[in-house]
């Protein structure tokens, strides 16, 4: 966001009322590790800390990123995903959900959901500064799906494909016996998705010693503890949705092209897209939408 990542200072101050400066923030460490500058000191100690645990948190944070981007592109242009729901964004960095998919389609519509004053902040910031006719945001807590879905029905046209995005946002839902909770608030997303929707997600996940151990610190003092998933229980939300192409896999694996990053041999956040069986009529032997919104293979 540049030099204008606190142009909230006039009229966004209300909104942060309640936030404790003294306590890291994983959305402020996670800035800190991306470059960015919407950070304090105790983000930065924390997030040192962590790093030197498992150095190649910084990669991954860029890594994800540069993932999302990839997403989001691909179910712009090669989907016709014409309508985001992005649940638990973060703060906003450069190349969000709403730039990317709005350079490919002027007429995508976004809209940001969080529950975290400081991110509602800087979200009322960027749609203030900028011409934001096709994105909106609202405050709402994963935890309960009823009420996203009941507030997204007002902003997205549930009659058409919703793409559905949960960005390490799973990781923040503890871990029960059979992880029934967080299946239950997942499927519950799903099924009020209409035919031809899209699921995509990724988060950290325990395939690494190194990052399990520096999470079991962070969730110590952290604000939001961070719970790590192997991949085939996170795989697990995509069921009874379509996988595409190349499945689920470590985020760099997914639809690579050239990137500013370095390459990760080996990354510890693994993700996919999904899509939920569609409707309407059948063209070259794939069911699919009207012109401008057809499947892609």
């Not at 997204?152 to 871990?175: E, N, Q, S, W, Y």
């Not at 997600?201 to 079991?216: F, H, I, N, S, V």
């Not at 470590?250 to 993700?271: L, V």
């Amino acid at each position: 966001m540049g030099d204008d990542s606190f142009l909230w200072h006039a009229t966004g101050n209300d909104l942060m009322t309640g936030i404790d400066m003294s306590i890291p923030h994983s959305a402020r460490i996670w800035n800190y590790w991306m470059g960015g500058k919407d950070h304090y000191p105790v983000d930065q100690e924390a997030g040192d800390r962590f790093a030197a645990i498992y150095p190649g948190i910084i990669d991954m944070a860029r890594t994800s990123r540069y993932f999302i981007m990839r997403v989001v592109r691909h179910l712009t242009a090669a989907e016709g995903a014409r309508q985001f729901l992005d649940i638990g964004m973060g703060l906003p960095s450069h190349d969000n959900t709403h730039e990317v998919a709005q350079r490919v389609a002027p007429d995508a519509r976004v809209v940001y959901v969080d529950n975290d004053p400081l991110v509602l902040a800087h979200a009322h910031a960027l749609l203030t500064g900028a011409d934001a006719g096709g994105t909106d945001y609202f405050s709402a807590d994963l935890n309960d799906p009823e009420s996203i879905l009941a507030t997204a029905r007002t902003k997205l046209d549930f009659t058409r494909p919703v793409a559905l995005m949960l960005m390490k946002v799973l990781g923040h839902i503890p871990i029960t016996e059979g992880d029934g909770r967080a299946l239950s608030i997942v499927r519950t997303l799903k099924d009020a998705l209409p035919p031809g929707s899209w699921l995509a997600l990724y988060d950290g996940t325990a395939t690494d010693p190194a990052y399990a151990k520096a999470t079991r610190l962070y969730n110590r003092g952290g604000s939001a503890p961070y719970h790590l998933r192997g991949p085939d229980q996170l795989r697990r939300f995509l069921d009874g949705f379509q996988l595409l192409s190349p499945g689920f896999v470590q985020i760099p694996r997914w639809r690579p092209d050239p990137s500013p990053f370095r390459p990760a041999d080996q990354c510890d956040a693994w993700g996919g897209v999904a899509r939920k069986a569609a409707a309407g009529p059948v063209r070259d032997g794939r069911p699919g939408w009207e012109a401008g919104h057809l499947t892609a293979p």
